[in-house]
T-cell receptor, first 113, second 112 residues
């Protein structure tokens, strides 16, 4: 039973364009969401987070949108750069219930020059 | 550099053997987590420790065990290894039990 889903295993985008990575969750108790980026042979690195009290959080080229009613969040990268090519993991937790993070299966983003 | 250190980086062993993976969390972080990533799979949560005590258990096999020591470093013990245990094992740490996770670079285990 996958509580966090990333239905696109891979995504290719042209350099300079927008990359949109999607994530869906099933547990309505989730109240805190993170995105991680992972390069080959490295550990995942934290990118951006959003709490359920917000519907948008921005950090430079990265923006995360949360739609609680749809149990959906998305990560927008604008403009996309070749260095953004990596696997992106969505993670969710029910912080108010002390629950650990649950990770999605990841989406491999390729930004083409 | 996340501040989380994992050793060894690579390990090759045979079926039936036992290995120990080690993790030093970021300075000040009390929570340590272990995750397994099999080939092209997502991150599967194995187990969490907080300040020396087991806090949560995920999909951890009975052949696997872990502990967190008084100096907060943690070890993951994998025994009676099978081919399917070949994976990347990540350790992560956080300040509180539900804070952002900071990951180490992983230990790649290959079971032949």
């Amino acid at each position: 039973d996958q509580q966090v889903k990333q239905n696109s295993p891979s995504l290719s985008v042209q350099e300079g364009r927008i990359s949109i990575l999607n994530c869906d969750y099933t547990n309505s108790m989730f109240d805190y969401f993170l995105w991680y980026k992972k390069y080959p042979a490295e550990g995942p690195t934290f990118l951006i987070s959003i709490s359920s009290i917000k519907d948008k959080n921005e950090d430079g080229r990265f923006t995360v949108f949360l739609n609680k009613s749809a149990k959906h969040l998305s990560l927008h990268i604008v403009p996309s750069q070749p260095g953004d090519s990596a696997v992106y993991f969505c993670a969710a937790s029910a912080r108010n219930y002390g629950q650990n993070f649950v990770f999605g299966p990841g989406t491999r983003l390729s930004v083409l020059p | 550099d996340s501040g989380v250190t994992q050793t060894p980086k690579h390990l090759i062993t045979a079926t039936g053997q036992r290995v120990t993976l080690r993790c030093s969390p970021r300075s000040g972080d009390l929570s340590v987590y272990w995750y397994q990533q099999s080939l092209d799979q997502g991150l599967q949560f194995l187990i969490q420790y907080y300040n020396g005590e087991e806090r949560a258990k995920g999909n951890i096999l009975e052949r696997f065990s872990a502990q967190q020591f008084p100096d907060l470093h943690s070890e993951l013990n994998l025994s009676s290894l099978e081919l399917g245990d070949s994976a990347l094992y990540f350790c992560a740490s956080s300040v509180i039990t539900t804070g952002e996770l900071f990951f180490g670079e992983g230990s790649r285990l290959t079971v032949l």
